[in-house]
C-alpha cells in the first residue's frame, strides 16, 4: 500500500528529491517502474524494472522544473512476472519567489537606512534578522552589519537575500579663506578646505561655484553675503 500519491513542492535552481514510502506490499513486488506523461514538458526520468527497495524509493525534480503538476503512472511487479495495476503519482511544483542577488548599501552616521525599499516584497511575507536577531522596524535602522531577509509566498515557498549595510562616517572638512571679491576685478575665487576630501560644494541662491572643484564664479554670482556647503 502507498501512502503517498500527491507531493508538493517549490521551484529551485538545483534539483530535489522526494521519497515514496509504502507499506504491507501484497504477493511480493521485486521491481517498479514510473512513466512520466509528457505534458507539461519535463526532464523527469523514466524508471522501467528498477529493483524496489524496501519500504520506499526516491523520485527526483530535475532542476529548474518550471511551475506546474506533472504526471506519471507508477506499476510494480514480481518474480513471476505479474504487474500490478497503475497508480498515479502527481507533483505539483509551486512557484517561488525571487529576490535577485544580495546587495550591499551604506547610510550616513547621523541618519537610518531603510531596508524595505532594496527588494520587492510586494504580496510576501517578509522577515528580517541580524545576527538571527528580528529586526523590529527594517524601514528605519542604523546598525552595520550582515541582514537577512527571508520571504515567503501564498504556497509556502521562500527565498533568501542577505544586505551588507555599512555606516559611512560623516565628513570632517573646515571652510576657510572667507573669500570676498568684486566681479571686475577677480572673476574666479577659490575656497580652500581642510579634512576629509571628495565632498560636494554648494551655495546659497545666486552663488555660482563649481560643485567639485569650490571655484566661484565672482562674475555670475548674485552681489551679497553667501553661505557655502561641502
Known amino acids: ?17 522526494i521519497n515514496l514510502t509504502y507499506t504491507n506490499p501484497v504477493n511480493d513486488p521485486i521491481l517498479y517502474s514510473i512513466i512520466w506523461n509528457s505534458t507539461p514538458s519535463n526532464n523527469f526520468t523514466q524508471v522501467t524494472d528498477a529493483p524496489l527497495p524496501a519500504d520506499s524509493f526516491s523520485i527526483t525534480i530535475p532542476a529548474g522544473t518550471a511551475p506546474g503538476t506533472y ?8 518474480s513471476g512476472g505479474c504487474v500490478s495495476g497503475s497508480i498515479q503519482l502527481s507533483i505539483i511544483v509551486n512557484p517561488s519567489p525571487s529576490l535577485g542577488s544580495d546587495i550591499t548599501s551604506g547610510y550616513c552616521s547621523n541618519s537610518s537606512a531603510n531596508l524595505t525599499t532594496l527588494f520587492n516584497t510586494a504580496g510576501l511575507t517578509a522577515t528580517w534578522t541580524l545576527n538571527g536577531n528580528p529586526v523590529a ?14 520571504v515567503v509566498n501564498s504556497s509556502g515557498c521562500s527565498d533568501t537575500a542577505m544586505v551588507t549595510l555599512n555606516s559611512t562616517p560623516l565628513p570632517n572638512a573646515t571652510l576657510f579663506n572667507t573669500p570676498s571679491a568684486c566681479g571686475n576685478i577677480s572673476p574666479t575665487v577659490n575656497v580652500a578646505v581642510s579634512g576629509t576630501s571628495g565632498g560636494v560644494f554648494s551655495g546659497t541662491p545666486g552663488l555660482v561655484i563649481n560643485s567639485g572643484t569650490g571655484i566661484i564664479n565672482v562674475a555670475q554670482s548674485t552681489a551679497g553675503t553667501h553661505t557655502i556647503t561641502y
Open 1 to 17: 500500500e502507498f501512502r503517498r500519491v500527491l507531493f508538493r513542492s517549490c521551484q529551485r535552481a538545483n534539483s530535489q528529491t
Open 71 to 78: 504526471s506519471g503512472t507508477l506499476t510494480v511487479s514480481n
Open 137 to 150: 522596524n527594517p524601514s528605519s535602522v542604523n546598525q552595520p552589519g550582515n541582514y537577512q531577509l527571508i
